[in-house]
Structures are given as C-alpha cells and as structure tokens.
C-alpha cells in the first residue's frame, strides 16, 4: 500500500501547473518560451505577477499535501512523510505529463518543508526573499534558501534532527538543478528578477 501512496504523492507532484496555465492563456508551450523550464519563475516572465503567485503557491500546496494530508494516511512511521514529500518533489521536477520535464522543485520542496519543519521553511522564506531583492537573482535565491534549510531544521527543529539527512538531501538537489543558473552566473548571463526570457533556442534548454 505504501507504493500506491508514494505513486499517488508523485502524480500529484507532476500536475504541470505552469505548463497548464500558459497553455490555456496563450496556447502555447511553456518549454518554447524564457528559459523553458516548467516553473513559476518562467511563467512570471511569460505572463507576470498575475498568474506566477497562484501557480507558485499551488505548487506549494502540492509539497504540503504529500506531507500532510496523505502522508497521514499512508501509515505511521517517521520516514513516510519523507518519502511521500520526496515523491511529490520528483514529480514536480519529472512530469510524466509533459515528457518528464518539469521545474526546479524548489516550489513543491518548500511546501514539504512548510509541512515538516515550518519555522525552518520561514527562515528558508526570509532567506530567499532577502536575497532576491538584494541580488536580482530568484537562483541566488532558491540556492542560498536551500543551503540554510540543515542549518534550520538542526537549531528550530530539534525534534527533526533525525531527519536531517532529508533535508540535506532535498538542499542538494536544489543545487544540482540549479547547475545551469549556476553557469550563468559565473558567465554573467543569468536572468535577473523582472526581466522576461526570449524564447528557447532550437535544441530546448539546460535543465
């Protein structure tokens, strides 16, 4: 039973809201325009503030609802709510729907967290949107958030420790996905926060 769970916390992960919501606006696909990715930094340069919050916040609640509405109902035990959120993130990041594409999951991650360890996510949350508006950059952002999250949980959660290693985890990940913000950050080509993304060359983006 606990597999079906696990399938059932990756589906809902894999809902390509942002791929839906351009799809349905403009009729076209999210992967063709900005960076291509399928999350709601690039839709905010396709379709702005409008509809990136209420995308940005679903995706949240995909990461939240793994962990705490059917983590729950999984079964006891101290790891299920981390594997159910680990399989929300994963969907959200490899979308069966749209070809196994999909964003960076740090959306869906932070809504784990929020389900987890809520006083680290607000740190996490604080971190980013410092960060952001000091900096330009949503990836300095998410990187720097995702690096605080161990940190967090081993000083605001100290029943969490346990599992610090999944958060260490989920931190990592962040940064491997993040390996092409990277590289355009030491190259001096990252997008900056307001700016919007010309269209994908041919050949689709980096992930």
Known sequence: MIVLWILTA????????????????????????????????????????????????FDVAKG?????????????????????????????????????????????GAGVVLGLAPWAFLTGLATWVVVVFATGYVSVGSLLAAVSLPLAVFWLHPERRGLIWAFALLAAAVVVLHRANIARLIAGTEHRFGRRGRSVPEGGPSR
């Not at 983590?71 to 070809?99: D, I, K």
Request: cysteine-free.
């Open 10 to 57: 990756y589906l809902v992960g894999a809902i390509p809201t942002s791929y839906l919501v351009v799809r349905a606006i403009k009729g076209v696909d999210l992967r063709t325009l900005g960076s291509g990715n399928l999350g709601a930094t690039n839709l905010y340069r396709v379709l702005g503030f409008r509809y990136a919050i209420p995308v940005a916040l």
């Open 64 to 108: 939240l609802f793994a962990v705490a509405v059917l983590a729950p109902r999984a079964g006891a035990g101290e790891f299920v709510p981390v594997w159910l959120g680990g399989a929300a993130v994963l969907g959200h990041v490899f979308s069966p729907f749209v070809g196994f594409r999909g964003g960076k999951g740090v959306a869906t």
